[in-house]
């Protein structure tokens, strides 16, 4: 049954087709993440360091 349904999908699929159906199914977490990502890694790698000591 697989094997048919592979069979079926022989078009190239690109990567958001492949999980189109998982956007936007999650709710909760923060709403900003993309948002100053570079600044907030920063900060958690400065962390990080500070704990090692």
């Known amino acids: 049954m ?3 349904q592979e ?10 087709d492949l999980v189109a159906h ?7 977490g ?3 993440l993309s948002v100053d990502a570079g ?10 360091a500070r704990k090692r000591r």
């Open 2 to 4: 697989l094997a048919k």
């Open 7 to 16: 069979e079926k999908g022989t078009a190239k699929k690109r990567p958001y």
């Open 22 to 28: 998982l956007i936007g199914c999650v709710k909760g």
């Open 30 to 32: 923060p709403q900003d």
């Open 39 to 48: 600044k907030k890694f920063h900060e958690m790698l400065v962390e990080r």
